[in-house]
């Protein structure tokens, strides 16, 4: 569904990514772990189109990406969520819910500045569809809070639900419970097997979090300074050396020191 | 080439002003737009001093730079101390509204009448090749280029200008450093009101002293601190000078009138293709 | 107990309406307190368009008085000059003014904070010059009269249509910062990256938000033009701009309500200190410091701060976190 094809991205002398392949196939839960500063977020950032790769193509469903501005992606059916939560602060979750179905809503500034009626009902159907998500994700009650009133645990939540609201084909999920408790990190994991068994969607993830990964993951594909060092299903890439020389290592002594 | 060199003597004026702009902004985060009404209040106290005590003026520029000094440190303890850690735009409205308190308490003790004012140095042109100088114009170059060598070097060598560095890029661990962040601050208000005092002594004797002879010359800092990329105080200078020659280029060359208008279209021409401003560094994009 | 009152929106807006329609009763139709409400009025519908490009948008304009000249200007021209009718013309008015908003948002696209302050300040100056040095269309120094309608006979009825052109633009600006677009606005203001990533085009947002703030404000201008009867280069200039700005700020960031209360304060207290020369700028650069000091979310904070109070659900303490909020515009 998804195809990197040598893909390589530099800043000035930087290379953040070098020529990196893979595919995401369609329906599947696809991870990309890798240390600090691998250049997991870069490869989001090149679909999200916010970077610009200087070589190679990013093919989804066979149309090239690299063409698009980034506020066209999610007209393709891709939406992301971020990894320090994006939410914009001063509305409540409703609102940002509603602003996430920014691409379904009819934008004509006359009907809505005179408040017609079919403004009004499109209104009232964009929150019903707001209140199925928070339901899917249990934050109803929450509903008419600021999301700066949230605690991180639930703006994450909020990040994914704005994500999830326009029914994308592929979600983007960049460290989904990066500073979270157990008791969440088991709610994500299976809010994220939800998005793949119920809703149908393909899942992109970014994560440091080695458990989750292992227990949600159809595939994975491990990178190292930009590079891609392996990939396959959770269990080959646990037990390939290559991989436990650079990075589970690391994850290890990660993991002790919680 | 005398227009250029006198559009050079007005850039001096501007990159001045400009100069202090910048130092407040780069440390404290915010932009002073009550600056050239305290250049304003500074000069017409050196005017004080010079009629009405009589005093040399020498005397009297010191003097009122010594007030400069402490009135921007005032405002700033009184005032802008509490906005530390206000929005952006809060401190830019208030700074207006300080604006328009100190002109309208300076129109109530130095009435709204305009005012000669004495040049530094007096004195007959000098011929330099073809171009003529006033000594006062060479004075007006001479006291911005030694400010501007002054500064640069305080603020990249000595250690009060590492305090000040480090405030501005983290209050937080700076405190934690043992750096007094607050009278860093302070002390750079008053510095930025010293720039702004010469700047508005420098103005005076072109434009007549009254209490809107710093406007233009804020709104012209303000446009050379923008078209300097606003974080650089070479930058700050360099363009005082542009817009100094440019606007005194439009003045004779196309329009007089026009001047202002032409001026802002030369900065949002080189902002549109450098929205940094020119000295700038490259944009950062924002990590996700 | 007068807060509490005022919480009561219809209450609110009832008594409202009831103030405009006996206003001119009050003042025994005096020209004077009808002027002052009509400039009241103007500054309302310039400063809740300001409060929509910065509040909302995060667009900061510190040149806005310049659309409002722009404004007078075109129904000064279009009535006078072209001789077309008070219904054409003033929507006419707020159309031009809305196209030199297009051709100054296409620009300010690009820069942000000072860069964008700086380049809308340059706007706001040189408006006035070039009014005054294009003389042929402006006549310059001397102005340009404005033709009063003349289906309405007296001053007494356009008061009463310019306080129903007032309401109603409230209450479309009110529509469009509710609506799908004002979410984009203030989604581009509190974040440009999450913005893109749901779908928002930042550049034709920021664009449209210039023109629907420019074209009210041409609306108002164009109000001002047809009241006075009369336009000059110097009726709005950058201390106007200055003004509106304060105006916002003062009453309340994105919110509809401070827009007008900050437009009132502003337009009322010149009425007091009229008297003693230079006495009005000190009164509001006082007020202004004071406010933003003591209540720097704006005059609107007082209100809402009950309100919050009785929404918020109990017994949730251990989900919510105190986060700082983040900055409003940047600027």
């Known amino acids: 569904m998804l195809t990197f094809n040598d893909i390589t991205v530099q800043f000035g002398g930087l290379t953040a990514v070098n020529s990196l392949s893979f595919e995401v196939p369609k329906g599947q839960i696809y991870s990309i772990i890798g240390p600090n500063g691998a250049g997991k977020t870069t490869v989001f950032n090149c679909i999200s189109r916010f970077y610009t790769p200087s070589k190679g193509s990013i093919l989804f469903n066979g149309e090239d990406l690299i063409k698009y501005k980034p506020h066209q992606i999610i007209n393709k059916g891709i939406a992301r969520s971020f990894q320090n939560v994006e939410l914009f602060t001063k509305m409540t979750v409703m609102e940002n819910l509603l602003t996430g179905l920014h691409p379904l809503l009819k934008k004509n500034i006359f009907p809505i500045a005179l408040n017609l009626p079919s403004v009004k009902r499109m209104e009232k159907d964009a929150r019903d569809q707001a209140y199925e998500v928070m339901d899917l994700l249990n934050i109803t009650d929450l509903a008419n809070e600021k999301v700066s009133n949230l605690s991180f645990g639930f703006q994450k939540m909020v990040d994914i639900g704005r994500a999830m609201i326009v029914n994308p084909q592929l979600i983007l999920l960049d460290e989904p419970v990066a500073g979270m408790n157990p008791i969440e990190t088991e709610k994500i994991s299976e809010l994220i097997l939800r998005l793949k068994n119920e809703l149908g969607y393909t899942v992109l993830l970014i994560e440091h979090d080695m458990s989750l990964v292992m227990k949600v993951s159809d595939a994975v594909t491990v990178m190292n300074f930009g590079k891609k060092i392996s990939e396959g299903t959770p269990a080959e890439v646990q037990n390939d050396p290559v991989v436990i020389e650079a990075y589970l290592g690391e994850v290890e002594t990660h993991v002790a020191a919680k | ?288 | 107990m007068i807060l509490k009152l005022l919480e009561n929106k219809r209450l609110t807006i009832g008594l409202l309406v009831v103030f405009m329609l006996i206003y001119p009763f009050l003042v025994g139709n005096s020209n004077y307190f009808m002027t002052l409400f009509v400039i009241t009025c103007i500054y309302a519908i310039t400063s809740m368009s300001l409060n929509l490009l910065i509040g909302y948008g995060g667009q900061i304009s510190v040149g806005h008085a310049g659309f409002l000249t722009v404004g007078g200007y075109s129904v000064a021209i279009l009535s006078s000059t072209v001789g077309l009718p008070f219904f054409l013309a003033l929507p006419l008015a707020g159309i031009m003014t809305g196209s030199i908003g297009l051709l100054i948002g296409l620009p300010a696209v690009r820069l942000k904070g000072h860069f964008l302050a700086v380049a809308t300040l340059g706007f706001g100056l040189s408006i006035p010059q070039i009014v005054l040095n294009w003389d042929g269309l402006t006549g310059g120094y001397s102005g340009l009269a404005v033709t009063k309608p003349l289906m309405f006979g007296s001053d007494f009825s356009l008061f009463y249509v310019f306080v129903v052109i007032t309401v109603i633009i409230t209450w479309l600006i009110q529509n469009i910062v509710k609506s799908s677009l004002g979410r984009a606005f203030i989604a581009i203001r509190d974040s440009e990256v999450a913005a893109q990533a749901i779908g928002i085009n930042i550049s034709f947002y920021k664009t449209t938000m210039f023109v629907i703030s420019s074209f009210f404000t041409g609306i108002a201008g164009g109000i001002y033009g047809y009241w006075v009867g009369f336009v000059s280069p110097n009726d709005f200039i950058i201390t106007n701009s200055f003004l509106v700005l304060a105006m916002i700020v003062v009453g309340g960031l994105a919110s509809i309500p401070g827009s007008i209360i900050g437009a009132v304060l502003f337009s009322v207290i010149p009425h007091f200190t009229d008297s003693y020369i230079g006495i009005t700028n000190i009164v509001i650069g006082i007020a202004v410091v004071l406010i933003i000091l003591f209540k720097p979310d704006g005059i609107v904070s007082l209100f809402k701060m009950n309100k919050q109070k009785l929404v918020k659900p109990a017994g949730k303490g251990e989900l919510l976190v105190q986060g700082g909020e983040k900055e409003n515009a940047n600027i």
């Open chain 2, 1 to 288: 080439m005398q227009i250029i060199v006198s559009g050079l003597i007005f850039g001096c004026i501007y990159g001045l002003a400009a100069l202090g702009l910048v130092l407040i902004y780069k440390t404290t985060d915010l932009v002073n737009f009550a600056q050239g009404e305290m250049a304003m209040v500074t000069t017409f106290v050196s005017f004080t001093f010079l009629s009405q005590f009589e005093m040399g003026y020498t005397t009297s520029f010191l003097l009122a730079l010594l007030f400069a000094a402490v009135f921007g440190a005032i405002v700033h303890q009184g005032i802008m101390k509490r906005l530390q850690s206000a929005p952006p735009l809060n401190q830019l409205v208030v700074t207006l509204g300080l604006f328009m308190v100190f002109n309208g308490l300076a129109g109530l003790i130095w009435g709204h009448k305009p005012a000669g004012y004495p040049q530094a140095i007096k004195g007959d042109s000098i011929k330099m090749g073809s171009v003529f100088f006033t000594p006062n114009e060479i004075f007006v170059m001479g006291i911005t280029l030694t400010l501007m060598l002054i500064f640069f070097v305080i603020f990249r060598y000595t250690k009060v200008g590492l305090a000040m560095r480090a405030s501005a890029q983290d209050i937080k661990a700076s405190q934690l450093m043992g750096i007094k962040v607050t009278n860093v601050f302070t002390a750079t208000w008053a510095v930025g009101a010293i720039l702004g005092g010469v700047a508005g002594m420098m103005t005076a004797p072109i434009t007549f002293l009254d209490t809107h002879m710093m406007f233009d010359v804020l709104i012209m800092a303000f446009a050379a601190a923008v078209l300097g990329g606003f974080l650089s105080l070479p930058g700050a200078v360099v363009g005082g000078l542009i817009i100094g020659v440019f606007e005194n280029l439009i003045a004779f060359y196309l329009s007089p009138e026009l001047k202002l208008v032409y001026t802002f279209l030369l900065i949002i021409i080189v902002l549109y293709i450098r929205p940094q401003g020119i000295f700038g560094g490259t944009q950062s994009v924002k990590k996700v």
